[in-house]
């Protein structure tokens, strides 16, 4: 069974450019998640997409923002990027029908902003 | 308020010794789930352990074993006969409310350096 996959692995962007990172979660998973990964702020959540609406969010600017098509995929958009959206973006995959349930991450995508 | 606590920052062991990694955890809710989860050098999250908040009891499972105690709100995680592969950083992670689904909350995790 593929795991989750997420593109591209690395990335580097100039401020004020907007990015977006794809996720494709494993087959038969609805829900996708996305976190940012920062040495000074660890592993927050951005936002959970599940059947293509956003069922969650976390406190993070509007630039951030995400959707999920009807195969489960998810995309995630950064607008206007600061030096600060630089980070390990992570999406996490799952049933999304009950939290008993494990989330398997993809490897993330690397987003340098310069 | 950081809602998962992981106080150790690194943990330095030589192959072969335990490691212990504490976990802290606040909630309201009566029912939540806590989670372990690996994250090696490569970037991804490795889930490790799962535990709901309704059954305490303790179990191992190969070499890793947990010791939740809610009177406490501890997690905590151990590597028995800890292995130079086991290096990487460990997440604890907590998962609460009715309408957070998909949406953990991690400590700020505990680098485990084993050397051989």
């Known amino acids: 069974k593929a795991g989750v996959t997420q593109t591209p692995r690395y990335l580097i962007k100039t401020r004020g450019q907007q990015v977006t990172l794809s996720c494709s979660p494993i087959?038969?998973?609805?829900?996708v998640s996305w976190y940012q990964q920062t040495p000074g702020q660890g592993l927050q959540f951005l936002f959970e997409y599940f059947s293509e609406t956003q069922r969650n969010k976390g406190n993070f600017p509007g630039r951030f923002s995400g959707r999920q098509f009807s195969n489960s995929r998810s995309e995630m958009n950064v607008s206007t990027l600061e030096l600060g959206d630089s980070a390990l973006y992570l999406c996490?995959?799952?049933?999304?029908?009950?939290?008993?349930?494990?989330?398997?991450f993809g490897q993330g995508t690397r987003l340098t902003v310069v | 308020a950081q809602k998962v606590t992981q106080a150790q920052t690194e943990i330095s062991v030589v192959e072969k010794e335990d490691v212990t990694l504490d976990c802290v955890y606040e909630?309201?809710?009566?029912?939540?789930?806590l989670f372990w989860y690996k994250q090696p050098p490569s970037g991804e999250l490795v889930f490790l352990i799962r535990?709901?908040?309704?059954?305490?009891q303790n179990e191992i499972s190969g070499r890793y074993s947990w010791n939740f105690q809610k009177s406490t709100s501890s997690f905590n995680f151990t590597i028995t006969a800890s292995q130079v592969v086991d290096s990487a950083v460990y997440f604890c992670?907590?998962?609460?409310?009715?309408?957070?689904?998909?949406?953990?909350?991690f400590g700020a995790g505990t680098q485990v350096v084993v050397t051989p």
């Open positions: 996490a995959s799952s049933t999304g029908v009950s939290r008993a349930y494990q989330a398997f």
């Open positions: 087959s038969g998973h609805r829900s």
């Open positions: 535990r709901n908040s309704f059954d305490e």
């Open positions: 992670a907590l998962s609460e409310g009715t309408d957070s689904w998909g949406k953990f909350q």
């Open positions: 909630t309201r809710d009566t029912t939540y789930y």
